[in-house]
C-alpha cells in the first residue's frame, strides 16, 4: 500500500510564500513523476507543475516565475515552493505519485492553501 501526504499549507498575505511538501512511504515500485494539482472551490481540479525521474519540470502558466517544483527522492519527497502568492492561487493543494507515465496514480488528502489579506 501506498501513502502520500502533503504539508505546509496555511495562510498567508498576499505576495508571501510557503513551501509544501509532498512525502510518499509504503510499497512503491518506482516514481515516475510527482505531480502538484490544486482545486478552487467550485472550480475543477488543475496541473500546477509535474517534475519527472529525470528532472523534466512544467509548470502551468499561471505560476511560471512564481513556483518552484523539487524533488528529494532520496527521502521520497517532493517540493513546492511557491512565492509571491496571489488570491486566486487560494485552493487545496494536492500530490499526485505515478509510477509510469499513463498510471492514475496515487493522490495525498491534500493540504489548504489561503491568501489573503
Known amino acids: 500500500q501506498v501513502q502520500v501526504a502533503e504539508r505546509g499549507g496555511g495562510l498567508v498575505q498576499p505576495g508571501g510564500s510557503l513551501r509544501l511538501s509532498c512525502t510518499v512511504s509504503?510499497?512503491?515500485?518506482?516514481?515516475?513523476?510527482i505531480d502538484w494539482y490544486r482545486q478552487a472551490p467550485g472550480a475543477q481540479r488543475e496541473l500546477v507543475a509535474t517534475?519527472?525521474?529525470?528532472?523534466?519540470?512544467n509548470y502551468a502558466d499561471s505560476v511560471k516565475g512564481r513556483f518552484t517544483i523539487g524533488r528529494d527522492y532520496s527521502k521520497m519527497t517532493a517540493y513546492l515552493q511557491m512565492n509571491t502568492l496571489k488570491a486566486e492561487d487560494t485552493a487545496v493543494y494536492f500530490c499526485?505519485?505515478?509510477?509510469?507515465?499513463?498510471?492514475?496514480?496515487?493522490w495525498g488528502q491534500g493540504t489548504q492553501v489561503s491568501v489573503s489579506s
Open positions: 499526485n505519485v505515478r509510477e509510469s507515465y499513463d498510471s492514475v496514480g496515487y
Open positions: 509504503g510499497s512503491i515500485v518506482s516514481i515516475y513523476a
Open positions: 517534475i519527472t525521474s529525470s528532472g523534466r519540470i
